[in-house]
């Protein structure tokens, strides 16, 4: 049974998402605050965490930055919870390791596809596969990265990228087969914002960066030649 982990001051939400997806199988846990919830996450370890930004003392995106900083926690997708629109804020979650955002009010069932969505990506096949490649040393079961003999830290939607990227060597990979491998299904918030991970992932690989090379109007491609 997999478990989820609900981080949201409101009460009657954790309950409604409690009721909904019992009935799909999981078992639901709740947390009240920021606090309570890295505690329940560290302890329990869920399947996937679902966060809400708004929380009182410790908000949800410290509390997303503190859950992907933790190695006890690190590889624990999070869905980030909202009733706040603006990109920036869709952005920061992101950023600082968010692996799928849904904005307040959301049905049952978008909530359920988006919880199976981002559960699939970290049950694919081959994730037992050690992957080298230009100086990369990829370990989709550890989801660690060496780039040069270095240990490089990357969010779950920049390992994703990079892993999917670098098992099609010198094939293009349109932004849509990018924005299904980094996230989930909402391409209106993914097309947006996938620059940024590209952008973050290039960063982190230093001078490494040019295998991940962009092909205009179409998508990128890992360009095992350099």
């Known amino acids: 049974m997999k478990t989820i982990l609900v981080i949201d001051d409101e009460k009657d ?3 409604l998402v409690d009721h909904n997806l019992s009935r799909d199988g999981y078992l639901v846990l709740g947390a009240s605050d920021g606090i309570q919830g890295l505690a329940t996450a560290k302890k329990q370890k869920p399947d996937i965490v679902l966060l809400d930004i708004m929380l009182p003392g410790i908000d949800g995106l410290d509390v997303c930055k503190k859950l992907k900083s933790d190695a006890d926690t690190a590889h624990i997708p999070v869905i980030m919870l909202t009733a706040r629109a603006q990109e920036t804020d869709k952005v920061l979650g ?5 692996d799928d955002y849904i904005t307040k009010p959301f049905s049952p069932r978008e909530l359920a596809a988006r919880v199976k969505a981002v559960l699939r990506r970290f049950e694919a096949v081959g994730k037992n596969e050690i992957l080298k490649t230009c100086g990369l040393i990829i370990d989709y079961a550890g989801r660690a990265v060496l780039c040069n003999g270095r240990k490089i830290e990357l969010t779950n939607t920049e390992f994703n990228l990079l892993w999917h990227l670098a098992n099609r060597p010198g094939r293009v990979v349109t932004r849509d087969d990018l924005i299904s491998a980094g996230r989930g ?8 914002t996938i620059d940024v991970h590209i952008a973050s992932l290039r960063k982190k690989l230093g ?6 090379e962009t092909v205009r109007g179409v998508g990128y491609k890992f360009n095992d030649g350099l």
């Open 185 to 192: 299904d909402d391409a209106v918030v993914i097309d947006r």
């Open 94 to 98: 992101l950023e600082l390791g968010a």
């Open 13 to 15: 939400l954790i309950k």
């Open 207 to 212: 001078r490494n960066k040019n295998i991940v």
